[in-house]
């Protein structure tokens, strides 16, 4: 059975999402997960307060592109009319929805009253989402996470609250705020609210998936509508059309050869040149070339290459060399 956000967004059956990640998914990094079969994207997350102060960098994080699409802008924030405006200046960009994040566990943003500081406060929560729902045509989604804390785990009160003031898709991520990233994602209560009778948005459950087998095993012990992805998905966008493929055909697909690496790679740095002009251009790749040759053995000399090479036409020729001289076979 499709899964449909709102009356418009039709993600079909079982969709994989891409987890919005700063200072990852940009448009270059989307462009190569799109080309992967992802169904559904985000923006990295958007300061309401830098929306409405129109600061440079946050304006840019709302650039779209048609062929993204469905594609979500992500705001967060802590006071109620910053993201309202903040929500009306997102849907001028034109995206299919505007989601919300309450679960950024960083302190930056989590003790300043916002991301998932808002799991603190639920009423807030509620009140906030409501603006947000109220100050746009287009459908409002959120992402947060299990609670505050070990103690306060209330995400089931969660998404009755959000559902009912009209949010239309709920993704949640395994962990607590206190978690940040450490432990394993626990994935039971976002079954518990799957199977919540009065539950009837979609349910996406997140954090940890990072191979088809678990993506497959979590999809039926843990009930949810879909998946969406985040980490594993850095230097391995690979990962969607896996996952897609193994549930169409219940078959393994071979990991990519050391060209298609090489090519994707490259697309990757083509874009993020084209997007933010060369020079930023190159120095924001550099993080991303060790996740696409994970597992080579003695790539280090090459990587060290592309970290430190500032010319867009050497870069393409280290990735011309790496392409001829390392044989598939070496991949682990
Ligand atoms: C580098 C990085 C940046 C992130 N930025 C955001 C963000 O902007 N908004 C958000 O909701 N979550 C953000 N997250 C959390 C992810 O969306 C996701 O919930 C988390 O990584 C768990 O999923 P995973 O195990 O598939 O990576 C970020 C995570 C990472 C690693």
């Known amino acids: 059975m499709s899964v449909k956000i709102g009356n418009n967004i039709d993600l079909g059956a079982f969709p994989l999402l891409l987890a919005p990640m700063e200072d990852v998914s940009d448009p270059p990094f989307r462009f190569v997960c799109k080309q992967n079969g992802v169904d559904m994207m985000y923006t990295e997350f958007i300061s309401s307060e830098g929306l409405i102060r129109h600061a440079a960098k946050s304006k ?56 998932a500081s808002l799991l603190q406060d639920i009423d807030k929560m509620v009140a ?47 962990r607590t705020r206190s978690q940040m990233y450490k432990g394993q994602a626990d994935w039971k209560l976002i079954k518990e609210i799957k199977r919540n009778p009065r539950i009837n948005i979609p349910i996406f459950g997140n954090g940890d998936v990072d191979s088809v087998e678990k993506a497959a095993a979590w999809r039926l ?54 997007w933010k002009g060369e020079k930023t251009g190159i120095f924001e790749m550099r993080r991303h070339y060790a996740n696409y040759f994970k597992g080579i053995p003695n790539f280090k000399e090459y990587r060290m290459r592309l970290v430190s090479l500032d010319k867009a036409e050497h870069i393409h020729e280290t990735l011309d060399e790496i392409s001829s001289c390392f044989d598939v076979s070496l991949l682990t």
Not at 62 to 68: H, N, Q, R, T
């Open 60 to 115: 840019q994080k709302l650039d779209i592109f048609e062929y993204e699409r469905p594609i979500g802008i992500q705001i967060f924030g802590s006071e109620i009319n910053s993201m309202r405006e903040a929500t009306e200046i997102a849907s001028a960009a034109d995206p299919d929805l505007i989601d919300i994040n309450y679960g950024c566990p960083v302190k930056n943003v989590a003790c300043r009253g916002a991301g």
């Open 221 to 274: 012990e843990y009930e949810v509508d879909g998946i969406m992805i985040g980490r594993a998905a850095i230097g391995y966008p690979w990962i969607f059309r896996e996952i897609k493929h193994f549930f169409k055909t219940g078959e393994y697909l071979p990991g990519p050869s050391i060209e298609e690496r090489v090519e994707v790679c490259r697309t990757h740095f083509t874009k993020s040149i084209e």
């Open 128 to 174: 906030m989402t409501k603006a947000v729902v109220e100050s746009t045509q287009l459908p409002v989604t959120v992402k947060t996470r299990l609670g505050w804390d070990d103690n306060t785990k209330n995400v089931y009160e969660v998404a009755e609250r959000l559902q009912d003031i009209g949010i239309q898709a709920l993704s949640i991520h395994g």
